[in-house]
């Protein structure tokens, strides 16, 4: 029995394609309409068979639809719910993917009262770009926060709820300034250093080619070749705690100059030992099994 | 026909167990002799064919070898060659595959003026540690970088240059303070980065667990994953160049803060855009085709 009858995917990205394929794959769902600005990407996303329909209006989109997720960047999404879906009839529930939340709860805020809004990120598939990286299983064995506030109804919540649990993923619940937070640590500083090996290693590239590059910068700048539109929304949105961030990282940087320019073997090593050990920590039960490095 | 008569590899890891392997699945060598402190790890590397006989004692295992490869950390190598060898008979033609160089250089001054030394680095596999992760085509379609000096006779730098080409890398030669200065950039800064990433997420990790670190985390600390061993003399044998390199990041961190706090959207964006760039100029011709990411 199908979850949901017509569910509205503003934004058919990795995101958006992996929940329409989600649903789709598992019956879980009637129709998925994918709504967005590019019809080409749109129309692909249907041959993929990730979507059923296409509109490029999301007012007429939503029209009917018993969820309407939001998977776009941060600024159309904000922009999205700014203009308060006034002219879209009945009650609307509204979710987001989005990766900061407190930006998308203060956007919120101006939908028109009859409509519900649910705030959401699931914590998945950062470094890929696209409908074509769309996997129905993406979501499984992953954390999906969702941001309730005080005006959140119970039903919306648990309506919410049951599409990410449907896709496999466990769902915990999180204040959107906590969110934020934790993420400018887990994702967005680990972007911005991704982002900062690149910049700071372009006189090499100039100077000596690719060949002088291994396996080990691929892996680290990897980050640095996602989305720059959802990338610039994500800084912008949570920038306090990306610029609190950047102040730990300024203390890192003093520690360990002051460390290598004593030679003191002992602290590098140490050091070096804390990451290691925090990173293994990190993958301990990660998925896809110990082989995975 | 045989390449190589007798082989001495000194540290037998990922790159000593990969020459190992290399050369005995090309048939390029008669014996290869593995050298280390532990006869467990060399045992295995034996039992996986990387390696035909071990040695616990680098001056009985050096003696009658027609190529000694010292593929350990750079400290042990550095005291090593400090040692000058002068106790193994006849001219031994040693070569090193060291991550930093200069340091490197310095201590081969020391050899007993009867061996011969060329300085060498391959450019592959950072991230892997031991021989389990031995592969013979490690360094197909890498760069060797080879680092001769005014000593380094004719015959031994184009004996060295056989083995790498053998093992099909391509080989460079580079003044050894030139190579450290780029590596910096290319692999010592970026390793840094990733263990910076680790130790300023761990709060998070206290505070939220392992679930709210995506893959994009995953890439970005794999890194700071490696040897400590390692990379602590990477650090300290290449710590002016990284200790530079840090200011550039000092000025990176400057930089972007002052843009995030003010807003400035359009900054943001053309920075993402140009590491992105960057990292698409690496990645052009890159070994594995377009698909890999």
Redesign the interface.
Same mark, same amino acid.
């Given at each position: 029995m199908s979850l949901f009858r017509r569910v509205a995917v503003f934004g058919v990205g990795l995101i958006g394609g992996s929940v329409g394929s989600g649903l789709k794959e598992r019956g879980l769902v009637d129709e998925v309409v994918g709504v967005g600005r590019r019809s080409e990407s749109l129309e692909a996303a249907r041959a993929r068979g990730l979507i059923d329909s296409v509109s490029l209006d999301p007012a007429a989109a939503f029209r009917g639809a018993d969820l309407v997720l939001l998977a776009a960047p941060v600024a159309p999404v904000v922009e999205l719910l700014e203009s308060g879906l006034a002219a879209v009839p009945g009650r609307l529930l509204v979710t987001d993917a989005c990766s900061t939340k407190a930006a998308v709860l203060a956007a919120a805020g101006k939908l028109d009262p009859r409509h519900s809004f649910v705030g959401g990120h699931p914590?998945?598939?950062?470094?890929?770009r696209g409908s074509a990286a769309a996997d129905p299983d993406l979501f499984r064995d992953?954390?999906t926060v969702l941001t309730p506030t005080r005006s959140t109804s119970a039903d919306s919540l648990a309506r919410v709820r049951e599409l990410w649990a449907a896709l496999g993923s466990?769902v915990?619940e999180m204040d959107p300034r906590v969110h934020d937070r934790? +993420?400018a640590?887990?994702?967005h #500083?680990?972007?911005? #250093?991704?982002?900062?090996?690149?910049?700071?290693?372009?006189?090499?590239?100039e100077?000596?080619g690719?060949? &002088? &590059?291994?396996?080990?910068?691929?892996?680290?700048?990897?980050?640095?070749?996602?989305s720059?539109?959802v =990338?610039?929304d994500i &800084?912008?949105t949570n920038?306090d705690n +990306?610029?609190q961030?950047?102040e730990?990282?300024?203390r890192?940087?003093s520690e =360990?100059?002051s460390v290598?320019?004593r030679?003191d073997?002992a602290a590098?090593?140490a050091? #070096? %030992?804390?990451?290691?050990l925090?990173?293994?920590?990190? +993958?301990? %039960?990660?998925r896809g099994g110990a082989s995975?490095?």
């Open positions: 914590i998945a598939g950062s470094e890929q992953r954390v466990r915990v934790i +993420l640590l887990t994702s #500083l680990p972007h911005l #250093l991704s982002v900062f090996a690149c910049l700071a290693a372009a006189p090499a590239l100077a000596a690719r060949d &002088f &590059f291994g396996s080990g910068f691929r892996d680290i700048s990897r980050l640095a070749a996602g720059d539109e =990338w610039r &800084f912008l920038r +990306l610029v961030d950047l730990t990282l300024v890192l940087v =360990w100059r290598l320019e030679g073997a590098i090593s050091g #070096l %030992k804390e990451a290691a925090i990173r293994s920590r990190l +993958l301990r %039960k990660e995975e490095s």
